[in-house]
Every structure is written in C-alpha cells, then in structure tokens.
C-alpha cells in the first residue's frame, strides 16, 4: 500500500549507501560501523527524503537500533554512569541493542515485544529499521524482522545522521522500557 506511493519517490533518489558491499547470508558482525550494502532482500531501501514522507504520513512505526554505549570497565568504584542522550526521529521508538549479528533470546523477545506494541500486534503494519550511516544494526535488526514475518519493512540505512543533514527535526528519546540488562 504504501510502497506504490514511493515508487515515483525512489525513481527520483539517488544512491543513499556504498556500493560494490554485498549482503552477507547471515546477520553482519564487527565492526558494525563499515559501509553498508544498497539492499536488503525483501525489505525497501529508503533515503532521508522518503523516510521523511513515511514519518510525515504517520503509517509506519520508526524503530530505533543504536545500541548503548557500553560503561567502561575501568571506572573507579562508585562513580556514576550516565548514558549519553540519544536523539532520534520524533515518534521513533527506541529498541537498542537489538542490531547485533548476535543476541539473547532476552532481547530478541525485547525486539519482539517492541515490534509487536509498535504494530499492534500485526505482521503487516510497515515498520522502518535505522541506526546512524555506515552502520549494520539498523540492517541486522530489519533482517531480524523479516525473519519474524513482518512483511512491511523499510531499512533507512543513512539513519539520524542523514536525517538531521536535511534538517529535519530530532528529539531525546528514552529506550522503551524492559529492556535487557538494565
């Protein structure tokens, strides 16, 4: 449904990813920030300007991957962590960590469950998949949803960063609550 509306779009866009990297058969590993493919068998590869039509329209669920930055090991006994804030596409919802060639089953049923709230429950809600440029979790985790039997799946693989470049508007998100390891 949405997808023929954004064919004119996608005739008129250009190349939004590296070219010459080919999708791996399994999920991608380290590094994960590295030139990342133009496809992704069975989802549609959208640049900032039709990522930004879909978020306009409001008909499809904008899934956060970043993952958190982890604490460092060596931290003095006692000190306070803060994560670094995470800003993101207005009305994304933020599932991190959920990108990594390898997960626990606790977070894949994190995704799951997130996937499954965001969409209510339905396979063939669209859903679009981002992270920031040059970075696999965002490919990883719309993979994941493919292979979770989301039919409607959009990978926007410039993420946050080409997002803002066009200034279009970011705001602080919070992780959706539950997850793993928190």
């Known amino acids: 449904m949405i997808r023929a509306g954004l064919a004119a779009l996608m005739l008129l866009a250009g190349p939004v990813v590296a070219q010459g990297v080919a999708e791996?058969?399994?999920?991608?590993?380290?590094?994960y920030r590295a030139p990342v493919p133009e496809t992704l068998a069975g989802a549609v590869v959208v640049d900032a300007k039709a990522a930004h039509v879909l978020w306009q329209r409001g008909e499809v669920a904008f899934v956060d991957v970043l993952p958190r930055a982890p604490k460092p090991a060596n931290l003095p006994a006692g000190t306070i962590w803060r994560d670094k804030p995470r800003l993101s596409i207005p009305g994304a919802v933020w599932l991190p960590n959920t990108g990594y060639e390898r997960i626990a089953p606790e977070t894949e049923a994190y995704l799951r469950e997130g996937l499954a709230e965001m969409t209510g429950g339905d396979p063939g809600h669209p859903v679009l998949f981002f992270c920031l440029e040059d970075?696999?979790?965002?490919?990883?985790?719309?993979?994941?949803?493919?292979?979770?039997?989301?039919?409607?799946?959009?990978?926007f693989?410039?993420?946050?960063?080409?997002w803002g470049v066009e200034g279009y508007p970011l705001e602080r998100v919070e992780a959706r609550p539950g997850e793993p390891g928190t």
Do not use: F, H, I
């Open 135 to 155: 970075c696999w979790m965002s490919w990883n985790a719309a993979k994941r949803a493919l292979e979770m039997g989301y039919s409607e799946v959009y990978w």
């Open 157 to 162: 693989p410039e993420g946050t960063d080409g």
């Open 24 to 31: 791996p058969e399994g999920y991608r590993g380290q590094p």
